[in-house]
């Protein structure tokens, strides 16, 4: 049974930063994509970042360009969200998405898509305050 684990969750004042995590199990990232995605309340889960399986290509939401960073490490079969310059709207759980199939990006390259990804973390809660 695959497993997402996302860790690294917490609470901190704006500015701040947080490192986000996200392991593995019975589940090999090394040739997929995997992404992070956060829901605030009331709000529809949207797409945060996405990083391809050579690690070299990365995309992100608007919001977040020059704040947040993806990476990974396919030793660990992890992933990992760097938060940099915190802010309260970045308030929300953060879940981590992983591809169902072998392809190595996500049809259209539509990454932001929540049926592109085939496997769900249960997420770890973010909250900025002011």
């Known amino acids: 049974q695959v497993q997402l684990v996302e860790s690294g969750g917490g609470s901190v004042q704006a500015g701040g930063s947080l490192r986000l995590s996200c392991a593995a199990s019975?589940?090999?990232?090394?040739?997929?994509?995997m992404g992070w995605f956060r829901q605030a309340p009331g709000k529809e889960r949207e797409g945060v970042a996405v990083?391809?399986?050579?690690?070299?290509?990365?995309y992100y939401d608007d919001s977040v360009k020059g704040r947040f960073t993806i990476s990974r490490d396919n030793a660990k079969n992890s992933v990992y969200l760097q938060m940099n310059s915190l802010k309260p709207e970045d308030t929300a759980m953060y879940y981590c998405?992983?591809?169902?199939?072998?392809?190595?990006?996500?049809?259209?390259?539509?990454?932001?898509?929540?049926?592109?990804?085939?496997?769900w973390g249960r997420g770890t809660q973010v909250t900025i305050s002011s």
């Open positions: 998405a992983a591809a169902l199939d072998a392809g190595p990006t996500p049809p259209g390259g539509k990454w932001w898509l929540l049926f592109n990804y085939g496997f």
């Open positions: 019975n589940y090999d990232i090394s040739m997929k994509y």
């Open positions: 990083i391809y399986f050579g690690g070299g290509t990365t």
